[in-house]
Structure formats: C-alpha cells, structure tokens
C-alpha cells in the first residue's frame, strides 16, 4: 500500500517512517509512505504556502494552488483525505476499510486549515482522531496511517490485530509476561496451566467484563454470540455480588 502525505514540516515524519513496525513494513515492501513537502510547489518568491483569510479574523489559510500542484502531480486514482477536526471521527472499522485500498493520500493541514477550494475539487473524506484540535494534521496523519499500516496483510500477525480492542467490538483482555511473580503480585493461574480451552475462555470472559465495566456502549452495537450472553449475565452476578 502506498500512502501520500502532504504536509509543511516533512521532518516530522522521519522518526514516523524511522521506528520499529513502520520501519519494517516499508522494508518489507508491504509499505510505501511519500511524504511530499507542500512547500515544494510554492514558487513564489519566499515560498509562502499561508495567506490571510478572505472576511478577516484571526489566523491564517493554507492557499489553494501549492496543494492543487501537489495533487495534479501526485495524480492518484486512490481516496484522498483531509486531517480536520470536523471530519469522521476515525474509529478501527474506518482503519480497516482503508487497509483494503492500495493508495491513500494524506493532506496536513495547519493554521486554520485549508482553504475550502481543495476539499471541494479533491477530498473524498475528512477524518478526525477526536473531538479536540491540534496545532495541524501532522499528527493525525501519523495516527491514520499507523492505524492503517498495521492492518495491512503482512506487517503484523493477523491473529494479534483481530483481539486488539475494538477490532471485534470488545476491548482486549489483560496480558502478562515473566516472571510470573512480581513484587508479591501474580499472574492469573490459568494462564500458567498450558490449558488452552481454559485458557480461551479466561481472555474471552476479562474481554467482555473489560467492555461491560470501561466501555458499555460498545455492547450495545454487538450481536453477542450465545456464549457471550451467558459470559456476561455471569459477570453482571459477580459485580452484583462484590
Ligand atoms: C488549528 S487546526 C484548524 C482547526 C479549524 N480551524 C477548525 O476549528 O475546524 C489546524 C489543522 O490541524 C489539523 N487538525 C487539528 N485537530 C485535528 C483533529 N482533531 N483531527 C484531525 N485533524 C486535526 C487539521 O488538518 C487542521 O486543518
């Protein structure tokens, strides 16, 4: 998968593209990340890629024909998509459908943002990483594209993004490692009696007691399987009863 960024500070991204799973997905080939510099298609004297807005107020607007350029040049058939606050909140099901392209271009914006011309001729999506606003979109576009990257077949086991939280509705159970005892704490003992099936079932249980207690609301958009239901009417009785 190739992904385009188009950013101000391409610097910010050299320890992103630098560092482990990254790092090696674009080793492996699994991975291309283009980080394109925007001041590169600003050909004005000082190269100024920001410009006071139309009406007045504060702040500046990234002007429309450096990222115009950049795009027409770039000349991607893939999804491009503009970091903003006001966007679609990105959400594991949102890093999936993306995993599944071939080409995602990335647009940083900064200041208070982009001018609305490029998101009107070129953005097919806006996408927010929370009800918050940062200085500029170098962030999110590290957040999506890491969100994406680790989905893409190859760069990590399957089986280790499928029980990640949200990726099945649930979050994920607790984990350990050595040594099994600590500072007069202990690991669960199921999980040290080679037991798989228990074993299965511990994880499958401390998922589901994890999404009841922190995150409710995630159980209320999941058909539960009959197992699950029984799982859980267990874990209501247990809280009940402490
Ligand atoms: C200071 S913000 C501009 C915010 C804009 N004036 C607004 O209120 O919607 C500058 C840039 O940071 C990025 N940005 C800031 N917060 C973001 C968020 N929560 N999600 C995605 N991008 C964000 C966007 O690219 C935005 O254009």
Not at 43 to 63: E, L, S, T, W, Y
Not at 96 to 101: D, G, P, T
Not at 157 to 169: A, I, L, P, T
């Amino acid at each position: 998968m190739k992904i385009n960024i188009l950013t101000l500070f391409p610097a910010m991204f050299e320890g992103f593209k630098g560092e482990s799973i990254i790092k090696r997905a674009i080793e492996a080939g699994h991975l291309e990340i283009n980080v394109v510099d925007i001041r590169e298609y600003c050909f004005d004297k000082h190269k100024q890629a920001d410009d006071m807005p139309f009406g007045g107020g504060a702040g500046m607007v990234m002007k429309p024909e450096p990222l115009f350029k950049a795009l027409k040049d770039i000349d991607t058939d893939g999804k491009i998509i503009y970091t903003s606050p006001q966007g679609r909140r990105l959400e594991q099901k949102l890093a999936v459908e993306l995993s599944k392209e071939m080409e995602i271009t990335i647009i940083a914006g900064h200041y208070e943002g982009i001018d609305e011309r490029v998101v009107g001729a070129f953005v097919d999506m806006e996408i927010s990483i929370g009800d918050y606003v940062l200085t500029g979109g170098e962030l999110p576009a590290m957040v999506i594209a890491d969100a994406v990257a680790r989905l893409i077949p190859g760069v990590i086991k399957k089986e280790s993004y499928e029980q990640d939280s949200f990726y099945n509705g649930l979050l994920d159970y607790p984990h350990y490692t050595r040594p099994a005892s600590y500072e007069g704490m202990n690991v669960p003992q199921v999980l040290l009696s080679g037991h798989h099936k228990n074993i299965d079932s511990w994880r499958k249980k401390q998922s589901l007691k994890r999404t009841y207690i922190r995150r409710p609301d995630l159980l209320e958009n999941r058909e539960l399987t009959k197992e699950e239901k029984k799982l859980l009417e267990e874990i209501k009785r247990e809280i009940d009863f402490s």
